[in-house]
């Protein structure tokens, strides 16, 4: 859902093997001891398994298969080498070459070169899915020599960052079918990941397993997790007795109360960790009662955002506004307040409230998250006393998204993370003018806040403090001019997993990806 992070002391295992150790770790014996990681989630794992295109929640799987240039470090928050080893930039910003690290395949067998970095980045940016925005700067990729590949761009983006991505920075093997489309369909991938697909059931509750991929450049000569199956279990008590039961390795979420019994468990360890993630209400500006910018005003007042931490034990922080901490455009000072005498007279204006018209609003939101079931249940119980009926669906997220792309709610309940570690995503996906309905599911049209969106990229290589300057403006339109959304947490993390792994840490540029691949087994 775009669903769904800072460990205080994380190291990435990801910048890898030199050409030569690649080699030597493909010639060492396969584990002797096979193990299986078992992640439980609550709504379904894949919508999309085209690299180009995905945009959900399958993000998960996908990181454990796909690699991208780069990946994010959260405490140098930068980016570090992947599929890259290393990279340099023109002075003016403009011309980006990195260097590749030798010896890796793609999982149908082909190399990994230049050319195919050109090819897979070039097959994202013409598909023009969601993601394939964040290479909108790049003019042409060359690539120079087998291991050498440089990006001309149009202005200066922090290219290094952008191929971080946790969607559409996939490099992919093209050549691995005529019709790319279909044979990913399938549920078949060409990464180069140390996962494979091993199977896949659309929509069952043992949804997806993936296996080893022994070429992997980094070895397997250490023990390591050798399959990964991810289960969909909606009730999070069911969750939680199969991680007792140690039929789960790792549970994403569980209700506070359960979070809370298992910090006291024997053999389960617990993490709580703040996150990129922000819950959004998305208010429909094209139809409807909330046409009335007044009416979407009143909602902004009506929500109890202090009673909506507390209610959420630990699984919520407060937000100050779009963007959440530990990005360029934050702003700490912007915490909103339940105001109900304000809303009411803003629906009395309206001509609805507790001496007016009965307001009929429908509401939708992911089944499944029990975060969402609370906060609903409470916003329903404010509005009942205001003559307002909140009449909220839960829907699983695919036939959420559907819906919302026929602006067939009057609010839209979703989580929002940037696709890479920038706060640019929010602004560009969630709330710019677009004829095509993808994530702008407040439909909003706004030139003026569509200008200060398009300065963003550049303006944060360029000149920091006035991005920082553009984003406090757009947040002030578009939270309370346009009052388009109202944003009542940020999401922390809380996770319960079996005792006995080690080397798990969260990545908030990567929301609810387990690397499993650095992890080692329980028992």
């Not at 940016?125 to 440089?150: C, F, H, Q």
Request: aromatic share 10%.
């Amino acid at each position: 859902m775009r669903r769904r992070l800072i460990a205080a002391a994380l190291t990435l295992l990801l910048a890898g093997c030199s050409g030569q150790q690649a080699q030597q770790a493909r010639q060492e014996p396969p584990p002797a001891k096979e193990s299986t990681f078992v992640y439980v989630e609550n709504l379904g794992v894949v919508t999309d398994w085209d690299p180009a295109s995905s945009y959900s929640n399958e993000i998960i799987a996908m990181q454990n298969v796909y690699e991208s240039l780069t990946v994010y470090n959260p405490v140098t928050k930068k980016a570090g080498p992947r599929l890259a080893t290393s990279w340099r930039a023109s002075s003016d910003g403009r011309t980006w070459t990195f260097t590749l690290r030798s010896g890796v395949t793609f999982h149908t067998g082909r190399p990994l070169d230049s050319a195919a970095v050109k090819a897979s980045i070039e097959r994202t940016m013409r598909s023009k899915s969601g993601p394939s925005y964040i290479w909108n700067a790049v003019e042409s990729i060359r690539a120079v020599d087998p291991l050498t590949v440089t990006f001309t761009l149009r202005y200066a983006v922090p290219l290094d960052l952008v191929a971080s991505s946790g969607y559409a920075a996939y490099i992919y093997d093209t050549a691995a079918s005529t019709d790319l489309k279909a044979w990913f369909a399938a549920g078949r991938d060409a990464g180069t990941g140390p996962y494979t697909v091993a199977s896949w059931q659309k929509g069952k509750r043992d949804e997806l397993t993936l296996k080893a991929y022994r070429p992997y450049w980094g070895g397997w000569d250490r023990p390591h997790y050798t399959r990964v199956k991810y289960i969909v279990i909606p009730d999070h008590n069911e969750a939680w007795q199969r991680l007792l039961r140690g039929e789960a390795s790792f549970v994403h979420r569980l209700n506070p109360a359960l979070y809370r019994r298992a910090a006291r468990t024997a053999g389960v360890r617990t993490a709580e960790i703040p996150s990129f993630q922000t819950a959004m209400l998305l208010f429909n500006t094209a139809s409807g009662p909330l046409t009335d910018v007044r009416i979407r005003r009143a909602l902004r007042k009506t929500i109890d955002y202090d009673g909506t931490l507390r209610a959420l034990r630990g699984a919520a922080s407060p937000a100050t506004g779009v963007i959440p901490e530990g990005l360029l455009g934050h702003l700490p000072d912007r915490r909103p307040k339940q105001d109900l005498q304000g809303a009411t007279r803003l629906l009395a204006a309206a001509g609805y409230g507790p001496g007016g018209r009965n307001l009929r609003l429908t509401l939708t939101y992911a089944q499944g998250d029990e975060d969402q079931r609370v906060f609903v249940q409470r916003l329903a119980a404010t509005l009942e006393p205001l003559n307002v009926t909140l009449v909220a669906r839960a829907m699983p997220w695919e036939a959420q998204w559907a819906r919302g792309k026929t602006r067939g709610q009057d609010i839209f309940l979703m989580y929002w993370w940037p696709d890479y570690a920038d706060a640019y995503s929010w602004f560009t996906n969630v709330f710019r003018s677009a004829e095509k309905v993808e994530f702008n599911l407040t439909y909003l049209k706004d030139r003026v806040a569509d200008g200060l969106i398009d300065t963003l990229p550049e303006l944060t290589v360029t000149d920091r403090a006035a991005a920082q300057r553009a984003y406090a403006r757009l947040d002030r339109r578009l939270l309370e001019v346009q009052a388009a959304a109202a944003v009542p947490w940020v999401v922390n993390y809380q996770r319960a997993y079996l005792g006995g792994i080690q080397g798990y840490n969260d990545n908030p540029a990567y929301p609810d990806v387990v690397f499993a691949y650095d992890l080692r087994p329980a028992g």
